[in-house]
């Protein structure tokens, strides 16, 4: 009999284990995501690289099976490759696309690092939590000021929203929704505005009157 | 039979050996009449009629039995309880609620003499998922216990709720029972 309390205990102490570990996972998946965390997804989510790996992951197996049993005629391998690699690769998308996210991070930091002039708040801006509002470009010149028109015919370039407040830009007002509120809200169009003005706007600017810093903000 | 009665020996019912043999014979025996009749007459006209009739005879049968026979599965129920060594309360009164929900059970456990290690006590009750409530050393709340099967659609029902307090007497209570003599164990729905 005590040996089978013995068995009892140990399968008790697995079972409350697992209990356990069930709950710390838990309340790491319901705590807030960090704000490198958050800023990752947002890059990986509008890259084109992840889009291309997802898209290879989860339809390459596929496609792979099509070609072997249309084009091969390989039927029994065909259907190997299909039913066993699709969850394998969507395994696989579900696995790597943190580890690519956190690598596309550190492009995007180096990436601004290395823009010709320093640029502030990239990053705060996207980690922040997403909430509806408006986006701030502030810019300081190293030496000559363009003039309004000059930086109105720039933004003219860039969209039909955006507009000038001194020495700003002014993004249009963010609105996470579609309809409905999104569920999911998420930096993206923040992110997509930042790199409109830095390409159409900043970058151009830079070259005839040279930027001492930019700067983007929340007002 | 009280109402609470009749929930209870519905339950208990299923979880018996009447039980399953009348709700495999739903199944079995209009499929086994349907095909020894295609053998031997080759006649579906003959067969369709028989399965349906056979079918719903059986499912009556069931039903009738389920009736019938509550009162003397609950006494089985009851007796076995007893034999079990140590009083055993709040049983039917867990399995009888009228309207079963998802929720927790609370068991609490009284020994006759000295009782064992709490920590020993907390890994054997561990091995049907029951954890050690908060302030207490001998009671234990069970994972949640499901009250359906599926999500919508289905019907609520204690019959989870029995299964685990099967378990737990089974796989748990008794083997402690032989060591560490129970008094008595007390089975409650946790209030929300």
Request: aromatic fraction near 10%; glycine fraction near 8%; include cysteine.
């Amino acid at each position: 009999m005590t040996d089978e309390l013995d068995a009892l205990a140990r399968q008790g102490r697995r079972r409350l284990e697992k209990l356990e570990s069930a709950r710390r996972a838990k309340r790491a998946a319901a705590a807030p995501p960090s704000r490198d965390d958050r800023a990752a997804n947002v890059i990986a989510g509008g890259s084109l690289l992840t889009f291309a790996g997802v898209l290879a992951l989860s339809a390459g197996p596929a496609l792979v099976a099509v070609y072997l049993g249309w084009a091969e005629g390989q039927i029994g391998l065909a259907w190997a490759v299909g039913v066993l690699g699709t969850p394998l690769g969507v395994f696989l998308c579900v696995k790597l696309r943190p580890l690519l996210a956190v690598y596309l991070l550190a492009r995007e930091r180096a990436w601004v690092a290395a823009l010709p002039f320093p640029v502030h708040g990239w990053f705060e801006v996207i980690s922040a939590e997403p909430v509806p509002g408006r986006l701030h470009a502030t810019l300081e010149f190293a030496g000559l000021r363009p003039d309004d028109a000059t930086l109105e015919r720039l933004i003219e370039k860039l969209d039909d929203v955006t507009s000038l407040r001194g020495h700003a830009l002014v993004s249009p007002e963010f609105e996470f929704s579609y309809g409905v509120d999104d569920p999911t809200p998420s930096n993206d169009p923040y992110l997509s505005w930042q790199r409109a003005v830095l390409e159409s706007v900043l970058l151009p600017l830079h070259r005839e009157f040279p930027l001492a810093s930019a700067r983007f903000h929340k007002p | 039979m009280r109402p609470e009665e009749r929930r209870a020996a519905d339950v208990v019912f299923d979880q018996h050996p009447w039980g399953y043999a009348l709700l495999f014979g739903a199944v079995l025996c209009p499929v086994a009449a349907a095909a020894g009749a295609m053998l031997l007459v080759h006649d579906l006209d003959a067969t369709v009629p028989l399965f349906w009739g056979v079918g719903f005879g059986v499912l009556g049968l069931y039903f009738a039995g389920r009736w019938g026979l509550g009162a003397r599965v609950l006494a089985d129920e009851r007796a076995w309880l007893a034999s079990l060594g140590f009083e055993v309360n709040g049983w039917f009164d867990v399995i009888g609620v009228e309207v079963p929900r998802d929720g927790k059970l609370r068991v609490t456990l009284e020994f006759r003499g000295t009782p064992p290690d709490a920590i020993e006590l907390e890994s054997w009750l561990g091995a049907v998922g029951a954890e050690r409530a908060s302030g207490s050393s001998w009671s234990f709340i069970s994972p949640r216990i499901r009250a359906r099967a599926g999500t919508r659609g289905s019907s609520f029902t204690t019959r989870y709720y029995l299964a685990w307090q099967k378990r737990l007497v089974k796989r748990v209570l008794i083997p402690i029972h032989a060591k560490y003599p129970l008094a008595r164990v007390q089975v409650s729905a946790v209030r929300r």
